[in-house]
């Protein structure tokens, strides 16, 4: 590493999601650290390093999740962007992909009496997050 600025707890994770999604091996990760970024470890690596290596990951296949919706901004008692995050894609998985915003939308209309994701409160997002995860493991069983 250089006098290059180390790279963020939040990139580092990204770096071991990117190698569990891939597949790659412990020694498949590190010896591709060494070639790529001139590193042993991820506490070695800088900014340059990183980008290099999620180019590389990229490459391989590997898509860091974007948002799929709308962010509301930072409302006090509303749900967080990061929970509506959750929910979009706790819903998508619950239906296969095979459902849209619509089709949650009429969801939380029946069952929490919300007509939008933009009007769930904290409270009701931790409730509706907790529902849908049973939901998906209700569905795998």
Do not use: H
Not at 16 to 33: H, I, N, P, T
Not at 76 to 83: C, E, I, L, R, T
Not at 87 to 97: P, Q, V
């Amino acid at each position: 590493m250089q006098n290059s600025k180390p790279i963020s707890r939040k990139q580092n994770a990204l770096l071991w999601v990117a190698k569990s999604k891939l597949g790659l091996s412990e020694a498949e990760f590190r010896a591709a650290m060494a070639q790529i970024a001139g590193v042993s470890s991820t506490k070695e690596l800088d900014v340059p390093g990183f980008e290099a290596m999620m180019g590389f990951f990229e490459y391989l296949g590997f898509t860091p999740l974007t948002a799929k919706g709308k962010n509301y901004g930072s409302r006090a008692g509303m749900a967080s962007f990061a929970q509506i995050e959750l929910i979009r894609n706790l819903w998508l998985e619950y239906t296969g992909n095979r459902s849209d915003e619509a089709g949650l939308n009429k969801w939380l209309e029946s069952k929490w009496k919300v007509s939008s994701l933009r009007f769930v409160t904290k409270s009701k997002a931790q409730r509706i997050i907790t529902a849908l995860k049973a939901m998906k493991a209700r569905q795998a069983a």
